[in-house]
C-alpha cells in the first residue's frame, strides 16, 4: 500500500506558511516551532521539511543529509531550551507519536520535546 502523505495536513500548511507558527529554529531540512497547546511547560515540535508520515517513512527515503540534519536540529533544541543532563539540565522527553496505537493527530513525522516539570509515568498502564 505505501505511505500515502496527505498535503493538506497541519504541518505541511506550516511549512508552505499558509499558518504561522513560533519558529524555535530553522535549518535546511529541519524546522522545530513551539506546540500550540503545550503538555509541559517546555513543549517544541521538531518536523523534516521533506513529506514524510512518521518516522519508519522517514528513515526508508529520507536521504542522509536529512536524516543527520533532522536528528542533530532535535539536539539543538535540546541545547536551546538548556535541557542537557549533561550540562547541569534538568533532563527532557522525546516522543514520536506513530500511527492508530501511537495516538498520532498530525500525518506528518514529528518528534515532541518535552520538559521543564517532572514528567511522570511514561504512559498510562
Ligand atoms: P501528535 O498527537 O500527532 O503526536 O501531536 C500533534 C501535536 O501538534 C499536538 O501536540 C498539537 O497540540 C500540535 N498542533 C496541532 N495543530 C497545531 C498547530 O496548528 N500549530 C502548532 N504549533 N501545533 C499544533
Redesign the pocket.
Known amino acids: 500500500m505505501g505511505y500515502q502523505y496527505d498535503q493538506d495536513n497541519?504541518f505541511a500548511k506550516?511549512l508552505r506558511k499558509e499558518?504561522p507558527?513560533d519558529t524555535v529554529c530553522e535549518t535546511k531540512h529541519s524546522l522545530a516551532?513551539?506546540?500550540?497547546?503545550p503538555a509541559s511547560p517546555i513543549h517544541i515540535?521538531i518536523i523534516p521539511k521533506g513529506a514524510y508520515i512518521n518516522f519508519d517513512h522517514f528513515v526508508k527515503e529520507a536521504s542522509e543529509e536529512e536524516i543527520i540534519d533532522f536528528n542533530r536540529t532535535i539536539a539543538e533544541v535540546v541545547q536551546l531550551e538548556k535541557l542537557n543532563p549533561d550540562l547541569d539540565g534538568h533532563g527532557y522527553r522525546l516522543i514520536a507519536?506513530t500511527g492508530l496505537h501511537g495516538?498520532?493527530?498530525?500525518p506528518h513525522l514529528?518528534f515532541?520535546v518535552l520538559g521543564g516539570k517532572a514528567l511522570g509515568p511514561m504512559v498510562v498502564r
Open positions: 497541519i506550516i499558518i507558527c516551532f513551539k506546540d500550540i497547546n515540535l507519536n495516538v498520532q493527530e498530525v514529528h515532541h
